[in-house]
């Protein structure tokens, strides 16, 4: 091929990927209505939460934008059904912290975060709150990390699961305080709580919205909460790292993501509306109401973000000897 030749395959290549590009964006927004997956059942914080972007979200697309909930295994029911759903925009996955970034070093989840789901956007965090009942004798953290470390001492921990945010928070602190609380799992954060406030186990690394109104009641003592700073709504407890461990944190968080074949230019349109959705203040409200954090990112932004939690957790894993239930 002389290079005359190669200038003219070379010219229509790239037009053809340019066509490719604009073909591919102008199929924004989707011709169907638009799913999104949510790895939990309804009426928990992240189904909340995706119901008021998804409603907000399909205003501003003009197109019907419907939370389908397949709650089950920790949310990798959702993520493994995401992860092999079709790949032409009209899937979104509002994809959690397990299933992304801790699930996958646990057990086989039957897909790569990484190659079989696609940045889009972040989308909230939330922080824990460390509570206990009153019969621990705890009221800060200092008090509870000496109560675990005297001699014989079998200090327990409530998680919604092995794996679970709260269970990794658990064991992120243990290793950071140089302590050894056992770990109890429950399938959810009501069964959890209800041992808690029966004070069957001594500890809890909680949702706020659900620690909270127990704690107003005064039957549950609040003695950190595992954010790099205190949340707006909790500005009366410290958190873990101010309280003697600097650079603690352990977030929950949910971020946007869909099927890994989905081509680039719908995946930039829908970070770019995903994005004015998590910044609309009547939205910002709405989560901060619920307890949660508007967190938008670009999708280059998401992957870093997405690549250090994996670092961390996995090592956390390792160390821990963490294993499924």
């Avoid at 914080?45 to 501003?60: H, P, S, V």
């Avoid at 079709?86 to 509002?94: I, R, W």
């Avoid at 461990?245 to 074949?261: D, I, R, S």
């Amino acid at each position: 091929m002389n290079k005359r030749q190669l200038i003219r395959s070379a010219t229509a290549l790239a037009c053809a990927a340019l066509a490719a590009g604009l073909v591919q964006a102008q199929d924004f927004p989707p011709k169907k209505p638009v799913t999104m997956v949510v790895g939990f059942a309804a009426g928990g914080a992240a189904d909340a939460a995706a119901r008021l972007i998804a409603k907000k979200l399909g205003e501003n697309v003009g197109q019907t934008v419907v939370v389908d909930n397949k709650g089950g295994a920790g949310g990798n029911i959702a993520h493994q059904f995401t992860a092999k759903g079709p790949a032409d925009g009209s899937l979104l996955l509002f994809g959690s912290i397990g299933p992304l970034t801790i699930a996958p070093h646990l057990m086989k989840v039957g897909y790569d975060p990484f190659k079989d789901l696609a940045p889009v956007s972040g989308g909230v965090n939330f922080p824990n709150v460390l509570v206990v009942h009153k019969g621990v004798g705890a009221k800060t953290l200092a008090e509870f990390v000496a109560l675990s470390k005297k001699p014989g001492a079998k200090v327990e921990f409530a998680s919604t699961g092995a794996g679970s945010a709260s269970h990794l928070a658990g064991e992120l602190f243990n290793q950071q305080a140089k302590i050894d609380m056992v770990h109890v799992p429950y399938k959810g954060g009501a069964p959890a709580l209800q041992d808690l406030l029966g004070e069957r186990i001594a500890s809890y690394f909680a949702a706020p919205p659900t620690a909270m109104p127990h704690v107003e009641a005064g039957k549950l003592i609040p003695l950190a909460t595992t954010g790099p700073k205190r949340p707006a709504y909790l500005p009366n407890i410290p958190t873990v790292a101010e309280s003697g461990y600097p650079g603690f944190e352990a977030l929950n968080w949910y971020a946007f993501v869909a099927p890994g074949k989905t081509p680039a230019p719908i995946l930039d349109r829908w970070n770019v509306e995903i994005v004015k959705v998590l910044n609309d203040p009547e939205v910002k409200k709405a989560l901060e109401a619920h307890g949660l954090t508007p967190q938008p990112t670009t999708r280059a932004e998401l992957t870093t973000f997405m690549k250090k939690e994996d670092a961390k957790w996995s090592a956390i894993v390792k160390e821990r000897n963490i294993k499924a239930n």
